[in-house]
């Protein structure tokens, strides 16, 4: 909690207004009550549920190698189980989404949550491969219903006069989903192999338990529709389909979908393969959760430092120069010349930090572009390419990894993080607007 505070401190107080800098200790107790600003609210509020989910949607991943050894699953089930998860989270958001347009994202988030709840509990109770195969399917549909409502939440609250902030908004809301999975990668194993691994499952449904309340506490004034100006030609209900809205700007998000796509591709492998490769050099589960840990870490930095960048270099040039610095990363994890723990730490955590940069950029081109009472089906559609990419990397590397062993899932890395920095490089136009701060 205390480093969303100072995320959101550094987001809203300016550092030469001496008035805001005094009032620094009132915003640093807005979580227990204090009622503060309203976009910050509704920020804070988003950002805990992010926590949360996040934690959850890394919670198979982090599982896996005790899974393995409970079920007895092979690398190609993994990788069907983690895809099905991954189809139907992808496939249900398009509908969570659509109708966070039309009722308000805050109903959508706190239903999403408490069915998280549920899943995960479910989850605990799983006791053979059929058991846990449809447990993974409601976890999937738990899981689909966040991120299109939470971002738009976000994107609408930050509009108009603070539309310049939207890029540091989004990397703040990005940056604690990454916390959540930070926490989850580093707990799980250690609390799955010193106790059992159904004990994570428990922690899951008590942090949810604590903020959901919150959730409901700081975003008490909003639903997300009041955001919506009556009579703005921008945010009338449209007279057309959302698809035929969507054709006609198809051929601006096409490139960004297409990043997405990839982006899902590399950063699924090296979230769900990473542990499994390092148990098979012979290290500890808990120590192979711990370096997916610190790539999520660098994924922290990279997502919180995302709107600072896209402010003083153009958009294009940190998504083309993000991927192209992973794929050396990719390279050495594939051929490392030692086999040290210290050595996968840092090559992960610098593979963090330049993959999960991209992320918000992406969010904040479709809020650019795409009208208000649209944003949460718009941003479902976006990680729809997302995701498929997930699921088509695990699949893909999940025989891969059966025929050629785990380490060449890093070469489908290499090769697609490529493929993205060229795509970025010659195709991404949409650039941050030079809002200015209002006086």
């Not at 899974?67 to 992808?90: D, K, N, R």
Request: hydrophobic content about 55%; glycine content about 8%.
């Amino acid at each position: 909690m205390l480093v969303l505070s100072l995320n959101i401190l550094f987001l809203e107080i300016p550092h030469s207004n001496l008035h805001n800098i005094i009032k620094i200790p009132y915003y640093c107790v807005f979580f227990v009550g204090v009622a503060v600003l309203s976009e910050r609210d509704v920020l804070a509020g988003v950002s805990v549920i992010h926590f949360v989910n996040d934690f959850n949607v890394v919670l198979f991943p982090a599982l896996l190698p005790f899974l393995i050894e409970e079920f007895g699953l092979s690398l190609f089930e993994i990788g069907i189980f983690a895809a099905t998860q991954t189809v139907i989270t992808m496939l249900l958001q398009l509908i969570t989404g659509h109708i966070s347009d039309k009722v308000g994202p805050r109903l959508v988030i706190f239903s999403g949550a408490l069915l998280t709840a549920f899943a995960v509990l479910v989850l605990s109770s799983a006791s053979s491969k059929i058991q846990l195969f449809f447990t993974v399917v409601l976890l999937g549909i738990a899981l689909g219903f966040f991120h299109p409502s939470g971002y738009s939440f976000v994107s609408l609250v930050y509009d108009r006069d603070l539309a310049y902030k939207r890029d540091k908004a989004m990397g703040i809301q990005g940056s604690t989903g990454d916390i959540g999975s930070l926490v989850s990668f580093a707990s799980t194993g250690f609390i799955a192999e010193f106790y059992d691994w159904r004990y994570p499952c428990f922690l899951s449904v008590i942090l949810i338990s604590v903020c959901v309340p919150l959730f409901l506490f700081l975003t008490r004034f909003s639903s997300g529709r009041d955001s919506l100006l009556p009579g703005d030609p921008d945010v009338m209900e449209p007279k057309v389909g959302i698809f035929y809205e969507l054709k006609k700007l198809m051929p601006l998000l096409l490139p960004y979908f297409a990043l997405f796509f990839l982006l899902g591709i590399s950063w699924r492998i090296w979230m769900v393969f990473t542990p499994l490769y390092l148990v098979d050099l012979g290290f500890s589960k808990s120590v192979s959760d711990l370096v997916v840990a610190f790539f999520i870490g660098g994924g922290i930095i990279g997502a919180f430092s995302s709107g600072f960048l896209t402010t003083k270099f153009s958009r294009r040039k940190v998504l083309s120069t993000m991927f192209l610095i992973t794929a050396p990363l990719a390279f050495l994890m594939f051929f490392s010349p030692l086999d040290l723990l210290a050595v996968f730490i840092v090559i992960s955590f610098f593979a963090g930090i330049c993959l999960f940069t991209v992320y918000p950029i992406i969010y904040s081109v479709s809020a650019d572009i795409v009208k208000e009472n649209r944003r949460g089906f718009s941003y479902a559609v976006i990680m729809v390419f997302g995701w498929s990419g997930g699921v088509f990397g695990l699949i893909v590397s999940g025989f891969i990894a059966e025929i050629f062993g785990i380490a060449t899932v890093y070469l489908l890395v290499f090769v697609t993080v490529l493929a993205a920095s060229f795509l970025a490089f010659s195709k991404a136009k949409i650039e941050l607007k030079h809002f200015s701060s209002p006086t």
